[in-house]
């Protein structure tokens, strides 16, 4: 082939095809996602059977605006006890539906999806097995987080308790 007869690549991505159209206007519901922007210290432990705190959790968060500002890049690397964990998600909006979705893909192999629901300072997370609710406080400085799973199909139990700090 030469060049005269190749043919013409305009990007190399999924999705390319659609590019022409108009873009998509940032709306009050991508601009509510900013609260989590910024590089976090996240402490705390795991939850026993019995309610008593188990292994200690220290990881070190980065939520950032993926490129174009309509989703959140969110990477995080640390310990569980002593098992190194870590993991990235990317939180969307859509405006036509007006939900949040996130996408977690961790590191050791397992993908997630939930919905978010924002109510003021409060997000929760909702998985098919798993639900975290996030209250943030102190300005938007700090996270206090319970993680939560069904392992039985009909009841929810905790599971983590951690607090992250903003740092940056």
Not at 78 to 94: F, Q
Not at 110 to 137: C, I, M, P
Request: overall charge negative; aromatic content about 8%; charged content about 20%.
């Amino acid at each position: 082939m030469t060049d005269e007869t190749a043919p013409r690549v305009v990007a190399v991505n999924r999705g390319a095809e659609q590019a022409g159209g108009p873009g998509a206007v940032r709306g009050p519901g991508h601009e509510a996602l900013g609260v989590w922007v910024g590089r976090w210290i996240n402490e705390g432990h795991m939850i026993e059977e019995d309610g008593s705190p188990g292994a200690s959790i220290t990881t070190s968060d980065v939520y950032e605006w993926a490129p174009g500002g309509f989703f959140l890049l969110h990477t995080a690397y640390g310990r569980i006890g002593g098992l190194d964990v870590g993991g990235t998600e990317i939180i969307g909006y859509d405006e036509t539906s007006g939900a949040y979705t996130s996408h977690f893909f961790d590191s050791r192999g397992n993908v997630t999806v939930s919905s978010l629901v924002a109510r003021g300072d409060t997000w929760t997370y909702q998985g098919k097995t798993t639900r975290s609710t996030v209250e943030f406080s102190d300005g938007h400085r700090v996270q206090t987080v319970l993680h939560e799973r069904m392992d039985d199909g009909t009841a929810y139990r905790p599971s983590m308790k951690v607090r992250l700090v903003r740092v940056e």
